[in-house]
């Protein structure tokens, strides 16, 4: 009884264990998105900024204007870069905290499985005394009737 006990509250550990694991996990999944989202508005923006920069050149603009849409597009491919570069870093963690939410999941039903076998050992233990006591019965009446 007490070690069903110890067993229940380590299970309660290792279910916070696994929930904190798996909101870490869920967080980093979120995270990926909106990195994800901010890379194509990004691109998107770059696209347009570059056909805006078509447009102008096909009107005529100064070396000075161009030299501004150019650096500007740049700067854009800089923070798109490293914005990828963020992506491949934050995919990795991604990865060990699936890992580390996998590991704890496995590890609560561990814990369930023991809790389990131990809940089927103490029935069949209290089966088999109950079961004792009724034999005990039934040959203390047989023994009466006898005499």
């Known amino acids: ?11 309660d550990l290792r ?10 996990f869920v967080q980093t999944l979120q995270e990926i998105a909106r990195y994800e ?19 102008a050149g096909a009107r005529g603009f100064s070396a000075v204007q161009l030299t501004a ?6 700067k854009l491919e800089v923070i798109a870069e490293r914005q990828e570069q963020e992506l491949v870093q934050l995919r990795q963690v991604s ?5 580390q939410y996998l590991e704890k999941q496995q590890q609560r039903k561990v ?5 389990q076998k131990h809940e089927q050992a103490r029935i069949k233990a209290e089966l088999k005394a109950e079961q004792k006591l009724l034999d005990e019965y039934v040959t203390a ?7």
Do not use: C
């Open 95 to 99: 990865e060990q905290r699936r890992a």
């Open 111 to 115: 814990i369930e499985t023991l809790i």
């Open 69 to 74: 849409y150019n650096d500007f597009i740049h």
């Open 141 to 147: 009446r047989a023994a009466r009737q006898r005499s």
């Open 15 to 24: 279910k916070k264990e696994e929930e904190k694991a798996q909101e870490l």
């Open 1 to 11: 009884m007490a070690q069903d006990r110890a067993l229940h509250l380590v299970l």
């Open 37 to 55: 989202k901010q890379i194509a508005q990004i691109y998107d923006y770059k696209k347009l900024y570059a056909d805006e920069m078509a447009a």
